[in-house]
């Protein structure tokens, strides 16, 4: 055996015996799909409407659609109709109802008849501008295969007796009384969801469109 032999067998040797070996291959390999956790906020459709209202005497139409808006011959002492029921449309998730309400001259028009089943909201810091009053409903409205409405939050206006046919202030010939729904998911919110309306209905565009 030549030295060139010898040499050669006893790298090899080594190699073996010392566990270190070159692989010509790559190693097989896997993986699986990844996966994705997407998070979505609840969805809640809620509405509001009202009974339409004959304009001269403020009395509801019977058998007619339900209305977003009326009009009304403002005569002194006069008691109207007036009821906005908030509905909560199918699959919305279970929720807190609230109406806010934005009344411009609180010195005519007084707010009558609150629903039993609800609420006034209280307002401990003052957040909400002058005229607004916020009413919740008193039960949280489950989730449900079909639309749900609810009880009226009023029934009806009554306009001061001192109302002497001028609305003083920025509109002399007309005034309004605003109302608007709002909802917040029910789970998780418990103690928060009083706040949260306070915080929306606060916003003085919540009523202007």
Not at 93 to 117: K, L, P, Q
Not at 179 to 202: C, K, N, P, W
Request: aromatic share 10%; net charge negative; with cysteine.
């Amino acid at each position: 055996m030549n030295r060139k032999a010898i040499i050669a067998g006893a790298a090899a040797a080594a190699l073996l015996t010392t566990g270190i070996l070159v692989p010509s291959f790559a190693f097989l390999s896997g993986q699986s799909r990844k996966i994705v956790n997407r998070f979505v906020s609840a969805l809640i459709t809620v509405d509001l409407k009202e009974t339409l209202v004959d304009p001269e005497t403020g009395k509801k139409v019977d058998n007619e659609p339900r209305v977003y808006e009326n009009t009304y011959l403002t005569v002194a002492g006069r008691t109207v109709d007036k009821d906005p029921t908030p509905t909560v449309a199918k699959n919305s998730a279970s929720c807190y109802v609230y109406v806010g309400v934005r009344n411009e001259h609180t010195d005519i028009f007084s707010i009558e008849d609150i629903g039993t089943e609800w609420t006034l909201v209280t307002d401990s810091e003052n957040k909400l501008g002058e005229g607004v009053t916020v009413y919740k409903y008193n039960a949280v409205v489950p989730k449900s295969d079909e639309d749900q409405q609810l009880s009226a939050v009023f029934e009806h206006v009554k306009i001061s007796e001192n109302f002497d046919g001028q609305f003083h202030g920025e509109s002399e010939t007309e005034s309004a009384i605003e109302a608007r729904a709002y909802a917040v998911q029910s789970e998780g919110t418990e103690a928060l969801s009083d706040g949260y309306a306070i915080d929306y209905f606060s916003n003085s565009d919540v009523f202007e469109n």
